[in-house]
């Protein structure tokens, strides 16, 4: 009985890996509002040193945008993402980013097994881009990160940044 | 060193499914290819192509991809491997300055991120992601904005990964920092992460991916036993079975994965069912109309 029960289990598991694959070609379906009202975008590409980010350039391109990540109910979350806001401070598009600025890096192993680890990378710097759909609506952009911790083996590795984020970066839209 | 040790030669669209404007595009330049290695660049290039759109869920996304291939030549083959990470020394003179090493890192190999999205954008201003291969048989890579990856084998999968953290902020679900056997990395006690593919949250009512997980599947589907280590548990359930699986983020406990296997997780695994639907999702309106 309890190897019926498990076989029956195991059909149904399967069948979900195949539903949850979606293996069909994905339906045309509702795109974002902002992606529907205006081809157009905008590409925002920052620096960093260290902890340090600035805006380096803002440019208006005739394209598409991702999909938004959603624009509700993050403001406990941890992480790193960018926001399109409107004159009310109301989040118009939001982009979850791995952090860019993380001062560790991923390092493949090379062997057999292809083994993933991270390592200490302190004092990186670098670019970063961001692109955010050009709207009429659309007045400042913001970026939000965890601080890392400030004690123990996790001591400022923003990878293991452990508290809500917090906008570090804002300002306006050129119009 | 530099942009003296190269020339870019301009633009070709691999893969086309329509215009720029409209769907979601690819770029991948070259590094380390001297003039008469481009030939070799644009199979290169292709593989890469092939490789993405043979890959679950883009092969499913085709009419939303475009690849372009920006040809780039430099005057020497390679990349820089310094001997202070046990490399031969080299310091080919190539466009981007792609070098092994970064940071003291063996294996992290970083061409000059701002050069590569300056090209780009003046070849492609349209380009969603970014990519620069690099001429080089040792094994190597890196992401950010510009994923890098070497010639090496299995080092297509590099960039296959890192397309999931740049261009789909999809979190690593393995589930250690350095290795299994680390302190500090026991319990995930922070808030609950803003990437869509791993959770603190345990309930299946409300999980993130609770549409996904089928009543008869155990949530959690694993626990590790032993918090001051990776879970050694092999799968108690069948491939694609997407649940709640214990261990993601870098620690060993309290935090979990949707599916116990995935490119996020390990190279050269599928994407998880629920990393696929993310890069269904933000891919859709790319699709034709």
Known sequence: ?175 | MGTSDGTVLGSTKIVDAGPETKRWNVVITSDGYRSNEMAQFALDAKQFADTLLATAPFDLLRTAINVFRVDVTSKDSGADDPSKCGGTGAKPRTYFDATFCTNGIRRLLVGNNSRVLKVISKQVPQWHMALLAVNSTIHGGSGGSVATFSKSGGAIEIALHEMGHSAFGLADEYEYYAGCSESGHDTHSGSEPSQPNITTNKNRATTKWRSLILPSTAVPTTTNANCANCDPQPTPVPPGTIGLFEGADYFHCRVYRPEFNCRMRNLGAPFCGVCQQVIVKKLTPFLPV
């Open chain 1, 1 to 175: 009985m309890a190897s019926t029960r498990k076989s029956s289990e195991k059909k149904k598991s399967r069948k979900t890996a195949k539903e949850s694959n979606s293996r069909k070609a994905p339906a045309k379906s509702k795109q974002t509002k902002a992606a529907t009202e205006s081809p157009k975008a905008l590409r925002l590409t920052f620096s960093f040193d260290g902890d340090k980010v600035k805006l380096v350039s803002q440019q208006t391109v005739e394209m598409v945008v991702p999909a938004s990540d959603p624009v509700k109910g993050f403001s406990k979350q941890k992480g790193f993402w960018a926001e399109l806001k409107n004159e009310q401070n109301k989040t118009l598009y939001r982009r979850v980013m791995h952090n860019p600025t993380r001062n560790d890096a991923e390092v493949f192993s090379g062997g057999p097994d292809q083994n993933i680890s991270r390592a200490p990378a302190p004092k990186r710097k670098g670019v970063f881009v961001v692109v955010v759909p050009d709207t009429e609506k659309g007045d400042a952009v913001t970026l939000s990160r965890s601080s890392p911790p400030t004690t123990g083996p996790k001591r400022g590795l923003l990878s293991l940044a452990t508290k809500p984020a917090t906008e570090f970066l804002r300002f306006k839209l050129k119009k």
